[in-house]
């Protein structure tokens, strides 16, 4: 059986919600806190999280960016707010849908079930899909986080192989500084985009053949670095 989450403090909004997904033979679960919510959400399990944007403690905002960052459930933000401004941040952030309250209890519910659908879909097809990528005479290996060159095993921080990963699984495109620091360090990361240029530095002593003149991580002046097949 499915388990939702609802993190919402109108108290009768959330049983609602809850009556009517349990009659489809869902677990649910409801926290009214915005901080408890997120720990919640976090540190358990759950097949989906129904999510209100004005919480104490922890906007619905903060805990969608937050919960975007390390886990891919999905998120329907339910919500007073009606603005499209209020709609296009939260999507921004990674909710997946949207319902402006208040709402038809039978539509949340159809909704919901379509999104459990196509996410159970995905989670499908990326399973099928190989967990390692060879590109020349290097080997990424996703499903252990090994990276080979040369025919041997390197040495990786945490940070060098996602950005190695995101470079490679994205080939043949160029992509800034900016853009580099903003998708493997986060938005609210700390720092500045220098660091970057020290990761590819390292990233070529470690996949290059000849790191002094690169022939997969490319430099392209004045716009960033591409991995070039």
């Excluded at 403690?57 to 937050?66: P, T």
């Excluded at 995905?122 to 590109?135: A, W």
Aim: charged fraction near 35%.
């Amino acid at each position: 059986m499915k388990k939702i989450l609802i993190i919402e403090d109108d108290q009768s909004i959330a049983e609602l919600q809850r009556d009517y997904l349990e009659i489809e033979e869902f677990i649910v679960e409801i926290e009214d806190d915005g901080e408890k919510g997120l720990q919640r959400a976090l540190n358990e399990h759950y097949d989906f999280i129904i999510l209100d944007l004005m919480l104490p403690k922890q906007s619905g905002f903060e805990i969608c960016r937050k919960l975007r960052k390390v886990k891919e459930t999905p998120i329907m933000i339910v919500s007073a707010k009606k603005e499209d401004f209020d709609k296009i941040r939260a999507l921004g952030l990674g909710a997946d849908d949207y319902m402006v309250k208040p709402f038809s209890p039978s539509e949340l519910v159809a909704r919901v079930k379509a999104h459990l659908a196509r996410y159970d879909r995905l989670i499908g097809t990326k399973q099928q899909e190989t967990r390692t990528v060879t590109i020349g005479h290097i080997k990424i290996d996703q499903e252990d986080h090994r990276i080979y060159a040369h025919g041997e095993e390197m040495i990786m921080t945490a940070k060098e192989y996602d950005l190695l990963v995101f470079l490679a699984t994205n080939p043949n495109r160029v992509f800034s500084k900016e853009q580099l620091f903003e998708k493997i360090w986060g938005f609210d990361a700390y720092g500045d985009t220098s660091t970057v240029t020290v990761h590819i530095r390292k990233l070529r002593e470690k996949v290059e053949l000849e790191p002094s003149n690169p022939r997969m991580i490319e430099t392209i002046w004045g716009a960033g670095y591409r991995f070039k097949l």
